[in-house]
C-alpha cells in the first residue's frame, strides 16, 4: 500500500517567517501534486510536479520532487495570513484514474499577524 | 466557466436514515469521483464514475452507492447511516481519461452530520 507521509501535521507561524512543508513515502510516483484547502471549501490543485528535481516557484511558494520522485517539499517565503490552510500533498501512481491518487494526511498551516 | 456544484452544503441526519448528496462537474469534464473526509483518516477515494459507469470503487462497505447521468451529474447514497459516517464527502471532476497527470477540480463539499 503506497502512503504519503507529510510533516509537519500542524505549523503555526507569525507573518513574514519562512517554512518548509514535507511529503514523505517509501514508493515512487509519477507526479505529484500540491493542494490547499480552506475551511469549509474543496482543496484546489496548487501545481503538479513530474519530473524528478523538478522545481516550480508559485509565487511565494516553491515546490520541490525529489530526485527518486518519493518526496516533495512545499517552501514558503514570507508567509502572509492568505497562507492559512490544510495542504495536502498527493501521488499519482501512473494511469488516468482519480484511484489511483493517493493523498497525504496534510499540514494545517496557520499564520499569526 | 463554472465550478464542481455539489449539494446541500449541509445535511443533519438520524443513525438508519439515508442520506442522498449531489454532485454537477464542470462543463466538458466527464469524469467524477467521490471522496470521504474526516480529520482522523484525511481525504479517503470512495468511487469514481466515467459515462455512467463506475471505474473503480475504495474500500467502503455496500451501505455507499453512486451512479453517474447522461450529462455527467453524479449522486452518491448512503444507506443506514452511522455515526462514524460523519464526514466532508468531496467530489471532485478531471477532463481527460487517459492522460498519466490526473488534475482533479474539487467541490466545496457536503458536511454530513449524523446525530
Known amino acids: 500500500t503506497q502512503l504519503l507521509e507529510q510533516s509537519p501535521q500542524f505549523l503555526s507561524i507569525q507573518e513574514g517567517e519562512n517554512l518548509t512543508v514535507y511529503c514523505n513515502s517509501s514508493?515512487?510516483?509519477?507526479?505529484l501534486q500540491w493542494y490547499r484547502q480552506e475551511p469549509g471549501e474543496g482543496p484546489v490543485l496548487l501545481v503538479t510536479?513530474?519530473?524528478?528535481?523538478e522545481v516550480k516557484k508559485l509565487k511565494r511558494l516553491t515546490f520541490q520532487f525529489g530526485d527518486a520522485r518519493k518526496d516533495s517539499s512545499l517552501h514558503i517565503t514570507a508567509a502572509q495570513p492568505g497562507d492559512t490552510g490544510l495542504y495536502l500533498c498527493?501521488?499519482?501512481?501512473?494511469?488516468?484514474?482519480?484511484?489511483?491518487?493517493?493523498f497525504g494526511s496534510g499540514t494545517r498551516l496557520s499564520i499569526r499577524p | 466557466k463554472a465550478g464542481v456544484t455539489q449539494t446541500p452544503r449541509y445535511l443533519i441526519k438520524t443513525r438508519g436514515q439515508q442520506v442522498t448528496l449531489s454532485c454537477s462537474p464542470i462543463?466538458?469534464?466527464?469524469?467524477v469521483s467521490w471522496y470521504q473526509q474526516t480529520p482522523g483518516q484525511g481525504l479517503q477515494f470512495l468511487f469514481e464514475?466515467?459515462?455512467?459507469?463506475?471505474?473503480n470503487k475504495g474500500n467502503f462497505p455496500g451501505r455507499f452507492s453512486g451512479r453517474q447521468f447522461s450529462n455527467s451529474r453524479s449522486e452518491m447514497n448512503v444507506s443506514t447511516l452511522e455515526l462514524g459516517d460523519s464526514a466532508l464527502y468531496l467530489c471532485?471532476?478531471?477532463?481527460?481519461?487517459?492522460?498519466?497527470?490526473?488534475?482533479?477540480?474539487f467541490g466545496s463539499g457536503t458536511q454530513l452530520s449524523v446525530l
Open positions: 471532485a471532476s478531471s477532463l481527460v481519461v487517459g492522460a498519466t497527470n490526473e488534475k482533479l477540480f
Open positions: 514508493s515512487v510516483f509519477s507526479s
Open positions: 510536479v513530474v519530473t524528478g528535481g
Open positions: 498527493a501521488g499519482a501512481g501512473g494511469g488516468s484514474s482519480a484511484s489511483k491518487i493517493i
Open positions: 462543463s466538458g469534464h466527464r469524469s
Open positions: 464514475y466515467f459515462s455512467e459507469t463506475q471505474r
